[in-house]
Every structure is written in C-alpha cells, then in structure tokens.
Nanobody, 124 residues
Framework: QVQLVESGGGLVQAGCSQRLSCADS????????VGWFRQAPGKEREFVAT????????YYADSVKGRFTISRDNAKNTVYLQMNSLKPEDTAVYYC?????????????????WGQGTQVTVSS
C-alpha cells in the first residue's frame, strides 16, 4: 500500500503555469500506475491524466491535452503534473491516485490509493 501526498496547489492567474507533485515514501511506488483526477464544486470527479509505472504510456483528458504534462521520477517516488496555460475552468481540487496494476488507467476503478487532494484556483 502506498500513502500519497499531493503538493503544489494554490492560487494562480489565468494563462500561467503550475506544477503539482504526488509523492510516496514507500519502496514500491515505482511499480504503480498513477493518475490525476480533479473535482470542481458541484461537479463529479473527472479524469485528468495518467502515467504507467515506467512512464512509457500516458493519457490525457481532451480538456487538458496540449496544456498539461504528466511525468514521473521513480528515483524520487514522485509523479508530477505540469499545468500550462491554465484556465479558470481548471479550478478544482486535484487528487493523485495509484494503481498496483502499474497501468495507465483513465477511470477511478483500478486505483486503490488516493491522496488527500490539493486545491488549484485559477483567477481570470
């Protein structure tokens, strides 16, 4: 089991960039697939991006494709979400999640571990 901690959220102006981090202190994180999801007030949680255990496979939601980049540094047990050209509609609580299957998954089902979330607010 992994314990995930997100960081890097905060208030940012539209058009600017922000990088989120998802870290785990365990020894097996490098074998997990990791996904980022977000939930805006009054909306359901939605998929943002995912990366396989090796980093070779990534998928993105259409709404963030070309603006967000997911990556990982397995030596640091950390997955990143680089967010560029942020829009007010990107405002949400962002959650990272880990799947022991190691795959890049776009739905919540395979993810057994979730972080506590980090708030991202984009002002216009």
């Amino acid at each position: 089991q992994v314990q995930l901690v997100e960081s890097g959220g905060g208030l940012v102006q539209a058009g600017c960039s922000q990088r989120l981090s998802c870290a785990d202190s365990g020894r097996t994180f490098s074998s997990y697939g990791v996904g980022w999801f977000r939930q805006a007030p009054g909306k359901e949680r939605e998929f943002v991006a995912t990366i396989s255990w090796s980093g070779a496979i990534t998928y993105y939601a259409d709404s963030v494709k070309g603006r967000f980049t997911i990556s990982r540094d397995n030596a640091k047990n950390t997955v990143y979400l680089q967010m560029n050209s942020l829009k007010p509609e990107d405002t949400a609580v962002y959650y990272c999640a880990a799947s022991s299957l190691g795959q890049a998954a776009t739905t919540p089902t395979p993810y057994g571990s979730w972080g506590q979330g980090t708030q991202v607010t984009v002002s216009s």
